[in-house]
């Protein structure tokens, strides 16, 4: 006997493949290709189980598609520009490229163990030079086709990092790195012109049939296109300033006759007009810029306003006037950066006008209440219903009235229908180190002049004091000091670095051709492009897919990319979390797994054997200490092991819970298949005939061939696993039968295992690998093709039939599909349900429907 030695048989193989390059690939025409694409992943330093889980199931269908025939192209890289590496590098004082590659060897050598079929002579990291030289010459060429845009706009400004956040980076209005609480400031700043876009990624969302809905519901949530009308309100402004007219944006004209107020946004060029000249608004507006510009912090702070004493004519009624307040719920950037409020029937203008005290008016009543026992408490009516207290408009449904409203401020030339976006436009400057530089020059005469793209890559200085704050690339001595490529005359680079999403933007298009000299080689996007199947976290379901829906787009049409549908990821799966229970200390510690014996369901901890509290399962973060680390289960198990489990326990889309008992369990089957193979009869020749036994083992073989092909193509790896135990359970019950070792049912047996490991090796490479071989496998396992279920023995000729007794269900009875009616009969009149009813007599009659059911008539 030798025993299942995961140490010894993971290295081996991994080695072969390497030797051979059986993953790596080249384009080829003569065979059709299939593009998998893990999420690649920051370099942090390890790897963590979500990443075993993500990647696990790519491999799964990399492996799977290539044993079908398919030319499998399956690539890693590294997302390795952000703000991390500039923080360790300061605290560690080392410099951020020898952190990033330090982290990037180490996860490499974990991913390796892991025996994942990546092709790592593609490997990149999006800070190489030769990587983001090409992301320079995107970029330039981007700004020539007018997809990129330079203009002042309002950001959240990090004090302490001196740095401009994202919204997604303002976390309770302080920056995600910092804890400082987050400014607005007004910046120019280089954007792409994504929003230019909207509509068609919108529109395009329709065709990803192979997404997940629920991306493709936030996308299009994200994108936000609604119908409004703008339209301008006169102003009364007792000569405070020279403003005849507000123009607001709304997307319910309909209720235009509930407007109790107008609101115009601190930043909006009337407040600062105002500044000056009514007292206390400075302070007031330079108050609301304190606060972050991101929408769930506008939504969720409390409702504030300063009236300014101007007053808004309705726009149907010349004697009605509202006062108009600078609020700080009203986006500059959104709309006009004006509203009229209508309390009645939007919750924010309800909040205000509580506070306020302003006019509550019911505009829209729902169908099934009359109109004058409609009032508004605390919640504003936003559903649809008819139009009341709104002169010309009652009666009207609120898509009528919408019309109608719109008609009359397009007739009067007071307004305009038009369709809105909430999707802005991508700002992608960073006041940072370490992201790609944007390759442009201000010239003093010449204004913005674009990097000769034969001077890219622009490269990072690598000489940088990063312990102050503030941008390393500005306060550099010379670094930015150029002459201008127009004039020559003294010029400054940009020192501006780009947001780490575009790196990852292009990152599946670059992984074509990883060594191009241009951003891509146009034959190799032909032949690859486009991911067929991109498989990561619901974590990047909004930002990083609708960058890179953006990117496809724009690189198709400045040739980087072929012309196809302009969408880069044919299908996407988001696998569910990587969750551990929790262990706290009485005194609020967290523990880790490894610093806590459980017995009886009760857990202590191991050092002092202090009782300690199990918390619920969640996901595996850093500070609750609930990780697993993978080196530790490698090391213990291997790699197949915390393979196999990770496909094992949940569907790929749902949360998995790592248990020491989940993962004993992979092991046990695993150890398990080997002692099969080692009690296997040697090989045998097809036997002429299969008696019962041996047929039903067959059976149970091919059906699990076709059962865990689809359970593949299905991303239901967990059902896949389930018909590995029944088939293995099916074989060892053949095994301990005293017939074992006639020819037949050995036959059935060994093509059970051999079947078993070459399902198996999508999922447990090494181990099958290495069964394959001792099984004297023809050359290597991962260069057979996908194996094939006998129909034969895969459609079912036994079926079952119920038989009644006087009509009603007495039992059932298992039958050939082509037994004659005589032989169904016999049988029927024998089985004990029935013969209890004989009680000796022959029936009076029998009824066969083949096929469907017996009736035995007493
Ligand atoms: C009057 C009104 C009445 C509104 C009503 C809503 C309900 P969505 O649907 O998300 O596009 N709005 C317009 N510009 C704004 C800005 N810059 N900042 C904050 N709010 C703004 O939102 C459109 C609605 O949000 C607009 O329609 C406007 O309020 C408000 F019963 O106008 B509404
Ligand atoms: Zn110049």
Known sequence: MTRYDPAAIEPKWQDVWRERRTFEVEVNHSRPKYYVLDMFPYPSGRIHMGHVRNYTMGDVIARYKRARGFNVLHPMGWDAFGMPAENAAMQNNTHPATWTYANIGAMRAQLKKLGISYDWSRELATCDPEYYAQQQALFLDFLEAGFVSRKSSMVNWDPVDMTVLANEQVIDGKGWRSGAPVERRELTQWFFRISDMADELLEAIEGLGKWPDKVRLMQANWIGRSQGLQFRWALETSGIVDWPELEVFTTRPDTIFGASFCGISPDHPLAKALEGKVEGLAEFCADCRRSGTSEEEIETAEKRGFDTGLRAVHPFDPGWTVPVYVANFILMDYGTGAIFGVPAHDQRDLDFARKYDLDVLPVVCPSDVNASDFKIGDEAFVDTGRLVNSRFLDGMTVDEAKVEVIRLAEQATQGEGVTRYRLRDWGVSRQRYWGAPIPVVHCPACGVVPVPKEDLPVRLPEDVDLSIPGNPLERHPTWADVSCPKCGAAARRE????????????YFARFTAPKADTPTDPEAADYWMNVDQYIGGVEHAILHLLYSRFFARAMNRTGHLPERSGEPFDALFTQGMVCHETYRAPDGRWLSPEEVTIAD?????????????????????????????????????????????????????????????????????????????????????????????????????????????????????????????????????????????????????????????????PMAPHLTEEMWERMGGADLLVDQPWPEADSSLTTDDVIVLPVQVNGKKRGELEVAKDAAKEDIEALALGNPDVARFLEGRPPRKVIVVPGRIVNVVI
Not at 495 to 506: A, C, G, L, P, Y
């Open 495 to 506: 020192t501006d670095t780009m947001d780490t999403f575009v790196d990852s933007s292009w």
């Open 601 to 761: 369901g009760a857990a202590t901890e191991t050092s002092s054997g202090n009782r300690i509290e199990i918390g619920p399962s969640i996901k595996m973060s850093k500070s609750k200490r609930n990780t697993v680390d993978p080196d530790a289960i490698i090391g213990q198990y291997g790699a197949d092991t915390a393979r196999f489990f990770m496909l094992s326990d949940s569907p790929p889309e749902r949360d998995v819970e790592w248990t020491a008992a989940g993962v004993e369990g992979a092991s046990r089957f695993l150890n398990r298949l080997w002692r099969m193979m080692e009690k296997l009869p040697d090989g045998s020749a097809m036997p002429d005939a299969f008696g019962a036994e041996a047929t039903a083992l067959r059976r149970a073989t091919h059906k699990t061939i076709a059962g865990v092909t689809l359970d593949i193509e299905g991303f239901t790896f967990n059902k896949a696993v389930a018909r590995l135990y029944e088939l293995a359970n099916a074989i060892a019950r053949a095994a301990s039968n005293a017939g074992a070792a006639q020819p037949d049912i050995a036959f059935a047996r060994r093509e059970g295992l051999e079947t078993i490991v070459r399902l198996m090796s």
